[in-house]
Every structure is written in C-alpha cells, then in structure tokens.
C-alpha cells in the first residue's frame, strides 16, 4: 500500500458508498477537493459531512497513522486545521495542537479488493507498458478523448527547455531560435553538440557569412571540432585554412570533436552530413531564421528545408573517405521531424510568452494535418490498436509512453484509470 493508491481513492471516490470515521460517525465525502501536487496538506478545499456536522478545508493522507508524526505535521500549523485524516491503519491516535482528537477515516476494507489487485500487476508489469495485457478492453477509445491534451502537455514540456534556452540568450528571441533549431538538425542523437556548436558560434558571426556556403561550412566544421587534423582532400584543407583566419577574427574556441556521435546511425545521418546541410539552411534563409515564424503558420514553410549538403559531400560520408556517389538532399521524413519537433514547439512557446493563443491554436491544428513520425514506439502503439494517423496523435503517444507509462503513473493516466475500475 501507498499514498499515491489511497489518494487516488480519495480523489475519484473509490470507496464503499456507506463509510464511517474511526469514531464510528457516518461519513459523507461532498467533494474530495483539490489535490495538492506541492508542499502542504494534500487535498485543499475539500467539503465532508460527518454525521449532522458539514465541514470544509484540508485533507492529509497517509498510509498509517503515526506517519502524521513521522513527517512533523504535528509541529506545523498549516496542518493543525485539517479536517480529516486518511488512513490505511490507525495505529495511533492523532490530535489537533489544542489537544482535540482528529477526525480519522480508516480505508483498510472500506474499498473494493480487486482495484488494489489490478494496481500492483500494473506496478508488477515489466512489458513496454504496465497496462499491456489489459489494453484489450479498453484503450483507444480513452485515449481519442485525451490526445489533444497530451499533445498540449508535450509542448508544454518542451517549453521549459525552450524558456531555460532564452534566459541564457539574455531574452535575445533570434539568437533563441538559431539555437533551438541547430538542435533539431541532430535528430536526438546528436543534439546536444548540435546545441553546443550553435552556442560557440553566435548568430551574429553567423551572419556576417551566410551568403557563402564555403564560408559558412568552414566556420561550422571548425566549430564542431572536426577540423583539428591534416587532411588528404583538397576541400577539408581549404576549409581548415579558412577556418583558421575566422577563428582568430573572431576569436572562437571550438567545441570537442569527440562529442559528435556515428554508432548506430546510417551514413546519410552522420553528423557532417547534416552540418553542412545546416549551412545551406543557414545560406539559403540569410540566418534569418526568426522569420519563419512571422507567417503565424507552419504551412508552407517547408520549402525552406529542401536543402542538400555541399557537392563535397555527394562523394563523401567523411572527410577524406570517398563513397557513392548521392546528393545529400535532407528528405521529407527529416524535414517533418524538424517541423514538429524544432518549428512546432518554439512557435508555441512563443505564442504563450507573447500571449497570442491563436499561435498555440495553429500549432496545433499544423499537427492535426501533418502525418505522423515512425518509430519504434508509435510502431507499438499502432500494433495495440491506437490511432496514429497524425502528428497530434503521434507526439500524445509518445507523450503518454514517457511522462505516464514509463514513470508508472497509472493512477494519473485517463486509460489506466479505466482499466483499475471497468467492472469485469
């Protein structure tokens, strides 16, 4: 037993319809209250009546008694006023500070068994979800209902990271962006160097070079660190020389090459290719990346992502390593994953900081009439019978996948709640 399960009765009323308190007086919940996610009683608001007496206020919950004293409630006062307190086990008597016994209401067999029961084999479960072999009665019904939120709570989440990213730009919304979308050219994997090089190249160095690829290559492959060693092709040498001249204008320090991650990626995916297919996107908007977002819309932006690496790279994977030939164009699959994972999101912060709702609104209608991504989880969910038609739909299961199903929040998950409590 925990304190997560017994709020959970507590919140959505899973108790017998007949209760009494440990005083043997008729309870009545009129409404569980608020639950309170932070320090403090954990349920605020609530309205009980025992026996003729109607009361309002504050809810704590613990699985035994003596936890009241075991968490020092008894020595702070914005506990002394509550109302009521939920036990598993009474195995101590609690009193408010002017010596008057608490109010107590003892759950142990006061609640349907089989709920607990189908807790623990969720909290049991190792599978891909914790509700897997329940899914079969219920799921996608829950879920249609619930996606648009979960989509919202994704972007949400990525706020916080976007917010941090704009404090250390000192409110700087241009440079923000230049950095945030530098991030998305490393497709998870290589994200974080992706970011870094961004940060140790400004944007306003960035400028001053992005009517030249060459230019723009040689400060970029510099500044990754991929430029620290004596070469055989003639291009990589030119780069380094060039390089060399910028990085002492400018006085740029490079990240460390060996940041840059190759296992398990496909060639076209390693991190030179999309270096330089982040100089020509760089090129090809005059680093003026903020513009995208004036449209107010991310329709028709895509064009902006049709971009290819330099004709270096149509022989090449790595420096001075020759291979088939293949123009490096970045494919549409890459181009909706930097729509909805880069574009998306920073456009929604963005309406929310400039408290423009109807920006949040198209972000997600743009979701709404984008395909969804592929991979290893929306694979799952489709094979479990979940719509994953849309990126809407795409970016809510993988929400639900990392922020409920991984962190066992069932108690917390719409489908999971079903599930505990559908009768059969």
Not at 22 to 38: A, C, I
């Amino acid at each position: 037993m925990n304190e997560l399960f017994l709020s959970y009765l507590w919140k959505y009323r899973h108790l017998d319809q007949e209760i009494k308190t440990e005083s043997g007086e008729q309870l009545v919940v009129l409404h569980p209250g608020e639950q309170n996610t932070d320090s403090g009683p954990d349920f605020f608001n609530a309205r009980i009546r025992i026996g003729d007496t109607t009361w309002a206020g504050n809810v704590e919950i613990h699985v035994v008694a003596s936890d009241w004293f075991r968490h020092g409630h008894h020595d702070d006062p914005a506990y002394d006023h509550a109302i009521l307190h939920v036990v598993y086990d009474a195995d101590r008597q609690v009193f408010h500070q002017n010596g008057e016994p608490m109010q107590t209401l003892v759950v142990k067999n006061q609640f349907p068994a089989w709920i607990y029961d189908r807790y623990q084999l969720m909290m049991q479960n190792r599978q891909w979800i914790p509700c897997l072999n329940q899914l079969h009665s219920s799921g996608s019904g829950d879920f249609g209902m619930w996606a648009p939120a979960l989509a919202v709570e994704r972007l949400q989440n990525k706020s916080i990271n976007i917010r941090q990213l704009l404090s250390g730009c000192s409110g700087d919304w241009e440079e923000a962006c230049y950095r945030h979308l530098s991030g998305s050219f490393g497709f998870k994997i290589n994200t974080l160097p992706f970011e870094l090089l961004a940060k140790s190249l400004p944007l306003k160095v960035v400028r001053h070079h992005c009517d030249s690829m060459f230019q723009m290559e040689a400060l970029l492959f510099g500044q990754a660190g991929m430029l620290n060693q004596a070469f055989r092709d003639p291009y990589p040498r030119n780069l380094t020389h060039e390089y060399q001249f910028l990085c002492s204008k400018y006085n740029l320090k490079p990240i460390a090459g060996s940041l840059w991650k190759h296992l398990r990626l496909r060639p076209p995916n390693f991190p030179a290719i999309r270096i330089s297919q982040f100089a020509g996107f760089l090129c090809q908007t005059q680093a003026r990346l903020f513009n995208l977002f004036e449209k107010g819309t991310l329709t028709g932006v895509m064009d902006d992502f049709i971009i290819s690496a330099s004709a270096y790279w149509d022989s090449h994977y790595l420096f001075d390593k020759s291979a088939v030939r293949q123009r490096k164009i970045m494919g549409g699959s890459c181009v909706k994953l930097f729509e909805i994972n880069g574009m998306a999101p920073f456009l929604f912060y963005y309406g929310l900081e400039k408290g423009q709702p109807d920006l949040c609104e198209r972000v997600i209608e743009f979701l709404e009439q984008t395909s969804g991504e592929q991979n290893v989880h929306i694979t799952r969910w489709r094979q479990a019978g979940f719509p994953v038609g849309n990126a809407m739909q795409t970016q809510a299961l993988l929400q639900l996948k990392q922020s409920y199903c991984d962190k066992k929040r069932c108690l917390e998950c719409r489908i999971g709640n079903r599930l505990l409590t559908e009768p059969g």
